[in-house]
């Protein structure tokens, strides 16, 4: 669960998006027709940068086409009058009309998928770029079966078409049992039982980041903050990971929950805990910096301090400053240890990893 999967689009815009990213995943994948595939970005900016770290292309395996090709198969054959019906009483979610003509990439799927698609009366060549186009509720919940199938069991799918996946995910979790979308929005408020297939990370990383609030964090922090990862510090990349493994106890018992009460009651609970954990961090960071201040370690260097800028205006007692280096040399590793104190309580907390990004933020504004 370190690396996540985006869809429906090959293009990322969403500065949120792109802050869980940098936050949670090692990496983010986004689907691609084939190998090599260029396409010109119109993201630029800051997410650019952002997905210049993190981000990379991936194009479906003949494995992942087929498994996509069979569950869609099984959508449309099994229950092709009734996603007519339902496609059609579709309008709007957002900015996304669902019954508009859409675009997509032939060879993201395989040539019998859109055949299958033809005969159903869901697919039609388009004469733009050699497309195949299909109606926009169409082509969205293909992108969702794709990213699932190409997910598999270690990686999680994200998408910043909450709103539009959230109109289908009903229908094609109790009609084709196909999982909801996977999004930061979590589960839908009317759904009265888990039926989703991956772990619902992305829904517990949302309640401990509302400690922190995401919003104001500023992207160019953020990005600094993976760039010294990627140039070595794995304190970072401990803390981030075991961030990211905290998660996995609530995980197991979101997934052992028979309704959504029993999904709540885990979401409170993991709340309260990385609360905890929070007050916990905070409080030995505070009490290491001020034992630091209380000690006599402290107390000798600062008086050494103040010796010393005396001597430099009165030669008279410079002699007796330079005594005082004895002392000094202490308080430097008073300093040196009371960094490595407050270095082990980041890297036992769970929480830590988000701290750190809180603080980083802190230090630009």
Same mark, same amino acid.
């Given at each position: ?11 990322? /815009? ?31 900016? +800051?997410?650019? =940068? ?17 498994? %996509? ?19 059609? $009483? ?21 040539? =019998?998928?859109?055949?299958? +698609? &033809? ?20 082509? *969205?919940?293909?992108?969702?079966? !794709? ?6 069991? @270690? ?20 009609? %084709? ?6 999004? !930061? &929005? ?7 039982? #888990?039926?989703?297939?991956? #772990? #619902? ?30 140039? $070595? ?11 990211? &493994? ?11 929950? =028979? ?11 993991? *709340? ?24 006599? @370690? ?11 800028? /005396?001597?430099? /205006?009165? #030669?008279?007692?410079? *002699? ?19 960094? @490595?104190?407050?270095?082990?309580? !980041? !890297? ?11 603080? &980083? ?5």
């Amino acid at each position: 669960m370190r690396s996540a999967i985006y869809y429906p689009h090959l293009t990322i /815009t969403d500065h949120r998006l792109v802050k869980h990213a940098l936050l949670l995943w090692d990496r983010l994948d986004y689907i691609v027709p084939e190998k090599g595939w260029y396409a010109e970005r119109s993201s630029g900016g +800051l997410i650019q =940068e952002a997905l210049s770290l993190i981000a990379r292309q991936r194009a479906p395996t003949i494995e992942e086409q087929k498994s %996509a090709h069979d569950r869609i198969c099984e959508l449309v054959r099994r229950h092709k009058d009734a996603l007519a019906i339902f496609i059609s $009483g579709l309008s709007r979610a957002g900015d996304m009309n669902f019954r508009e003509p859409y675009l997509v990439y032939p060879r993201k799927f395989l040539p =019998e998928t859109w055949e299958v +698609l &033809e005969e159903a009366g869901f697919a039609a060549r388009s004469t733009q770029d050699g497309g195949r186009e299909t109606v926009a509720a169409m082509a *969205l919940s293909m992108m969702v079966i !794709l990213a699932d199938c190409m997910a598999g069991r @270690e990686c999680v799918t994200v998408t910043d078409r909450q709103a539009a996946y959230g109109a289908l995910s009903g229908f094609l979790a109790a009609e %084709a049992g196909i999982p909801p979308a996977s999004t !930061l &929005e979590g589960m839908r408020p009317g759904l009265q039982r #888990p039926v989703s297939h991956h #772990p #619902p990370v992305e829904r517990l990383a949302l309640i401990s980041l509302r400690l922190i609030d995401v919003d104001v964090l500023d992207l160019r922090a953020l990005i600094a903050l993976r760039q010294r990862e990627f140039d $070595g510090d794995r304190s970072l990349r401990t803390m981030r990971h075991r961030y990211v &493994e905290s998660l996995k106890s609530y995980v197991e018992r979101i997934q052992a929950a =028979e309704n959504l009460n029993d999904i709540q009651e885990v979401e409170r609970q993991y *709340l309260d805990d990385m609360m905890e954990s929070m007050r916990q961090l905070k409080e030995e960071v505070r009490t290491g910096n001020v034992q630091m201040v209380t000690s006599r @370690e402290f107390v000798a260097g600062v008086s050494l301090a103040a010796a010393v800028a /005396t001597a430099l /205006t009165n #030669p008279a007692t410079a *002699l007796s400053a330079i005594g005082g280096i004895p002392v000094l040399l202490g308080l430097i590793n008073l300093r040196s240890r009371r960094q @490595e104190r407050q270095r082990q309580a !980041l !890297l036992r907390q769970p929480m830590s990893w988000l701290y750190r990004a809180q603080q &980083e933020a802190s230090r630009r504004r």
